[in-house]
């Protein structure tokens, strides 16, 4: 009898299985969500509008008033929009229609792992480039690997997770130029940097930016993110993707959310924005912590003391960190998600106690 494991590819047994530790906390700060519940105006209007909706019936299968909405939301025309479950759903697709055996996808790490992930699990390879030593965009690096290498796609995600930090539009217009594959922006947190490279989409026929509901849009348990792209490319990917993806629930919550994004959520942004800022300043006069300035919701924080036993003395206080230290270059990082200025006062207070302690304990053992 042979192993069942034996028909499944080489490259996918290798790989670790893409995981998040289970822990939790009362402060989970471990995911980059938005700190505040979805507004109620937008949870009422949303089952106000889900009650007459036939349920029993199949959703739109384009679903076209969302994408209206996405259009004018984005600055970019409908039918180069594509909503999906989740941005990650489009991610895959995007992948599924261009990379097989042969293929290779440019990268930047440290960054997230799903781009890693599913290029792997569909066959192409991977060329990695190290971000710079203050843990930026190395665009020199990233144009010479363009050129030797001259990889398919190329993704980049901006802001970076879990660096936070942003490639500068005349670098990406400079990618653009040189390279002959498509250059993908996962712009997940571009909210929070106020800025986005779609005006840039008309220009280049080879960019395609994806977009989430799951961080600014306070909607992670609900799914939704979306592409934009050429309509020619958006069309290709398109093959890619389920018939009925988008569950009608997502899709009304969406809508709605759009609608109301300047009055309920855009403060929120705001609000996460200033928490940003304090959040950093505050750390940085913690003897033993160097945070790193972030575009995004959330920062890598270096460490003097290892990064597990920060992540195990905070889950101990009841708060949830993401310990990055396993990524390449973040070996002394832990990463925060931007909390309520509550939850970053809970924060600050344990790491304060913990490194005070330790920088005390230190000093005793130095003059004994
Ligand atoms: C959170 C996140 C997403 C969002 O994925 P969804 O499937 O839309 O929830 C996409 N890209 C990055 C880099 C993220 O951190």
Redo the contacts with the bound molecule.
Sequence with gaps: MTDPLDKIKPRVRELRAYTLSPDRASVKIN??ENPWETPARIKEESLRRLSRRAWSRYPDFVPASLHERLSSFAGWRADGVIA????????QALLMVTVGEGKRVLISEP??A?YKQVTTVLGGSIVSVALDEELKFDAAALMKAIETFEPDVTIL?SP???TGCRIPDADLIALLKASHGLVVI?E??FEFSAHSVVPLLGEHRNLAV??????AMAM?GL???YLLASPDLAREVGKAVLPYNLNIVSQVVAEVALEMYESELKPLVERIREERERLYGEMKKIEGLTPVPSQANFMVVRSMLDPRFVFKELLSRDILVRDVSSYPKLKDYFRVSVGTPAENDLLLAALREVFERQNTEYRIQESE
């Design positions: 995911q980059n999906g479950n989740g941005s990650n759903e489009l991610i960054t997230f799903l995600c970076n997770n879990p996962d997940a947190y994806f977009r989430t509901f799951s961080k992670a799914r939704v993110g």
